[in-house]
C-alpha cells in the first residue's frame, strides 16, 4: 500500500493515547495532548480511560534509585477531540482521581483532577507529513497547596507545543512516528517545563495498532521550597483492538526509565475508544 495523504487520514486518531499522560506527585506530565492527526471535520473520538498509577522509589538528583514514600493514584478520565474543520480541532479533558501517600506524609485525596481543554491548527500537511501546532489550559481542581497527595497538581498551566506526524510502511505494516516538543507555563505553585512526547504506531493486522511511546519532562528554572525541579522520562507499549470501526479496546503499561528527583511510576491503563 503506497503511503499517501489518505493514509495519513486513515490514521486519525490513533496517536491519541498520548493525550493519556498521567500526572503523579511528583509531576509528570506527559500532557494532555492528541497526536498531529487531525480529525476531520465532523468527526471525533471519545476515550474512557482508568489508570493505576503506584510507586515506592525515587530517582535522586545523581539519577540514582532509592527508597521513598510510597504513592498510588487511581484516575478515571474522559478524553474527547472533535474535528470542527479539517485543520482545526478542539480537546477536552476532565478526570477524577484518588491519590494517596503513605509513609510519615500520610495524606489523601479524592476528587475532581485536573481538567484540560483546547485547540490544535493543522499548519501544513505535504505527502505522507503533517505538522500542527497546539494550545492547552490546564485547570485543576483546587490550587491550595495544604494536601501533601496534590504536589505538582495545584498550578494553572499554559501549554503550547509543535507536533510532526509521518506515516509510512514498516514492511506490510502501516505505521507511524508522532513526535512533539512543547513548552509548559506553570503557575507559582511549579516550575515551567519542556515536554519531549515520541510515538511510533504500526499496525501488524488491521484491527491491532501497537504503540511504542516516550515521554520526557524536562524543567526550567530553580522551583520552589515545596516543589524542587526534577526531570523524568516515562516510556511504554500499548496494545489498541479494533472491535468494530466506531469501537476499540486499548491496555497500556508505563514505567519511569531514568530521572532526577522523580517517582519511578509504575502505571497501567485500560481504554475504550469511540470514533463518531
Known sequence: MPVTADLLLRCRGITCVAALAMAS?????????AG???????????????????GDRVFDTSGRLNGGTPYTKREASVYVQYGVTDWLQVILKPDLVSTSLGGAMGASYTGLGTSEAGAQIRLLMFGPAVLAVQGTFHLPATTRQRNAALIGNTSRDTDG????????????????????????????????E?????????????????????????????????????????AGVSVVYDLNPRWSLQLSGFVTVEGRNALRERIVETSVWYRF
Open 25 to 33: 506527585t511528583c509531576g509528570f506530565g506527559g500532557g494532555a495532548f
Open 36 to 54: 498531529a492527526f487531525n480529525e476531520p471535520a465532523g468527526q471525533g473520538l471519545v476515550v474512557l480511560r482508568g489508570t493505576y498509577d503506584n
Open 194 to 234: 519542556v515536554h519531549m512526547d515520541l510515538t511510533l504506531g504500526t499496525r501488524p493486522r488491521s484491527d491491532t495498532l501497537l504503540l511504542f511511546q516516550s515521554f520526557t519532562t524536562l524543567p526550567v528554572g530553580q522551583g520552589v521550597p515545596w516543589f524542587p525541579v526534577s526531570q523524568y522520562t516515562n
Open 161 to 192: 507545543r509543535a507536533l510532526l506526524g509521518i506515516a509510512f510502511n514498516l514492511g506490510s505494516w502501516p505505521s507511524f512516528i508522532d513526535a512533539g516538543a512543547g513548552y509548559r507555563i506553570r503557575s507559582a505553585h511549579a516550575p515551567d
